[in-house]
């Protein structure tokens, strides 16, 4: 089906793919960045889904892409089965948020610091202890790979989330984290009463509660942590602005099923409360509309016949579910592009992602 309103976003250096659950987000997002590869000399896309769908779907192992410091290459015929041109590249990554944050660290402190800071059991267990790292991690490394000059467009799968907006709540929730007492009670004080406090905290029940070892640990991790802490900050309220600046567009996956549709009107409204744009909108798992009667020529298999009537009616549902998230779409939304997408005879695999792929490019043209 043709898009509706022009894909103008389809030229923009970064295109960001959220969605709710079982939507078919990495999937869409795979696809969409073999239709881009077919139009670009080089392309990545990078998902941070624990899930890593994306590298088995391109035949990559997990490990070797989790492990990766850069996005691997896709093999020349793995490209030819996608319809790439031999002279383009199609970059993928998986997203070690661990290895990111490593990266900032020895970055911003002395070496003796990094060693330090990276030594703690806190460090080793940070990914665990604040919710939205994965996401702070994508943006820094989505934001060195745009600013690498490497890649003409990059695809971000976003993490997998009950909700989409979650994605998009993360700065807020680490700049307040940031500036939760439990940081500042270990923070380096920096007044006499603070001095004060802090040398009263040292034999305190807190450190009877945890004991010793590990209490100082914990000061020895927050006061070192403190010192990137105000780059965390800057980089998290970067982000709060990465999706409305010109050059990103949020594309949104959503299926014909009446959670997934409300979970888009709902994402909708949501950005249009933060002011963030909504470039695109890709309804997956489409089927189009059935009209006639499907017979068995000579009708004597009674069995085949009623299996074909159940098939029918199904794909009737299926359509016409299709159809009234369409129309639902185009009501609340009828400046935003949309375009469905259609499963085919393939199902999996690089067979798939090709189809898909060619369905966003002829609505692209459309």
């Not at 073999?34 to 941070?48: C, F, G, I, M, P």
């Not at 406090?197 to 034999?203: E, G, H």
């Not at 980089?235 to 949020?250: D, E, I, N, S």
């Given at each position: 089906?043709?898009?509706?309103?022009?894909?103008?976003?389809?030229?923009?250096?970064?295109?960001?793919?959220?969605?709710?659950?079982?939507?078919?987000k990495?999937?869409?997002?795979?696809?969409?960045?073999?239709?881009?590869?077919?139009?670009?000399?080089s392309?990545?896309?990078?998902?941070?889904?624990?899930?890593?769908?994306?590298?088995?779907?391109?035949?990559?192992?997990?490990?070797?892409?989790?492990?990766?410091?850069?996005?691997?290459?896709?093999?020349?015929?793995?490209?030819?089965?996608?319809?790439?041109?031999?002279?383009?590249?199609?970059?993928?990554g998986?997203?070690?948020?661990?290895r990111?944050?490593?990266?900032?660290?020895?970055?911003t402190?002395?070496?003796?610091?990094?060693?330090?800071?990276?030594?703690?059991?806190?460090?080793?267990q940070?990914?665990?202890?604040?919710?939205?790292?994965?996401?702070?991690?994508?943006?820094?490394?989505?934001?060195?790979?745009?600013?690498?000059?490497?890649?003409?467009?990059?695809?971000?799968?976003?993490?997998?989330?009950v909700?989409?907006?979650?994605?998009?709540?993360?700065?807020?929730?680490?700049?307040?984290?940031?500036?939760?007492?439990?940081?500042?009670?270990?923070?380096?004080p920096?007044?006499?009463?603070?001095?004060?406090?802090?040398?009263?905290?040292?034999?305190?029940?807190?450190?009877?509660?945890?004991?010793?070892?590990?209490?100082?640990?914990?000061?020895?991790?927050?006061?070192?942590?403190?010192?990137?802490?105000?780059r965390?900050?800057?980089?998290?309220?970067?982000?709060a602005?990465?999706?409305?600046?010109?050059?990103?567009?949020?594309?949104?996956?959503?299926?014909?099923?009446?959670?997934?549709?409300?979970?888009?009107?709902?994402l909708?409204?949501?950005?249009?409360?933060?002011?963030?744009?909504?470039?695109?909108?890709?309804?997956?798992?489409?089927h189009?509309?059935?009209?006639?009667?499907?017979?068995?020529?000579?009708?004597?298999?009674?069995?085949?016949?009623?299996k074909?009537?159940?098939?029918?009616?199904?794909?009737?549902?299926?359509?016409?579910?299709?159809?009234?998230?369409?129309?639902?779409?185009?009501?609340?939304?009828?400046?935003?592009?949309?375009?469905?997408?259609?499963?085919g005879?393939?199902?999996?695999?690089?067979?798939?992602?090709?189809?898909?792929?060619?369905?966003?490019?002829?609505?692209?043209r459309?």
């Amino acid at each position: 089906m043709n898009a509706r309103g022009g894909l103008s976003w389809f030229k923009r250096p970064c295109v960001v793919v959220t969605g709710g659950g079982g939507v078919g987000k990495t999937t869409t997002a795979s696809a969409l960045a073999v239709a881009l590869a077919r139009q670009h000399k080089s392309v990545a896309v990078v998902t941070v889904d624990p899930a890593k769908r994306l590298a088995e779907a391109f035949g990559f192992q997990v490990e070797d892409l989790y492990h990766a410091q850069e996005p691997q290459d896709l093999s020349d015929s793995v490209k030819e089965q996608l319809k790439i041109p031999k002279e383009n590249r199609l970059y993928v990554g998986i997203l070690n948020p661990n290895r990111v944050v490593q990266e900032v660290v020895k970055t911003t402190l002395s070496e003796n610091q990094a060693e330090k800071l990276t030594s703690t059991r806190l460090f080793q267990q940070l990914s665990q202890m604040i919710y939205g790292l994965q996401e702070y991690a994508a943006f820094e490394w989505v934001n060195r790979l745009i600013e690498s000059k490497h890649y003409d467009v990059v695809v971000l799968d976003t993490p997998p989330a009950v909700h989409a907006k979650d994605f998009f709540k993360v700065p807020d929730r680490i700049e307040n984290l940031l500036h939760s007492q439990v940081f500042q009670i270990f923070d380096t004080p920096k007044t006499s009463l603070g001095k004060w406090v802090s040398k009263a905290m040292s034999f305190s029940w807190v450190e009877v509660l945890l004991g010793a070892q590990v209490f100082q640990e914990s000061r020895l991790f927050f006061s070192i942590f403190s010192q990137i802490k105000n780059r965390v900050i800057t980089k998290v309220r970067a982000l709060a602005q990465f999706f409305r600046t010109g050059q990103v567009a949020l594309v949104t996956v959503v299926a014909p099923h009446a959670v997934a549709l409300q979970e888009t009107l709902g994402l909708k409204v949501f950005l249009g409360e933060q002011g963030i744009p909504l470039d695109a909108v890709i309804l997956n798992q489409g089927h189009p509309p059935i009209n006639e009667d499907w017979t068995l020529a000579g009708g004597e298999d009674f069995v085949f016949q009623d299996k074909l009537r159940r098939f029918q009616a199904e794909a009737r549902e299926r359509g016409q579910a299709t159809e009234h998230t369409m129309a639902r779409l185009d009501q609340e939304m009828p400046e935003v592009p949309k375009i469905t997408l259609s499963l085919g005879a393939s199902d999996s695999g690089l067979a798939l992602l090709s189809d898909l792929a060619d369905q966003i490019e002829s609505s692209e043209r459309g």
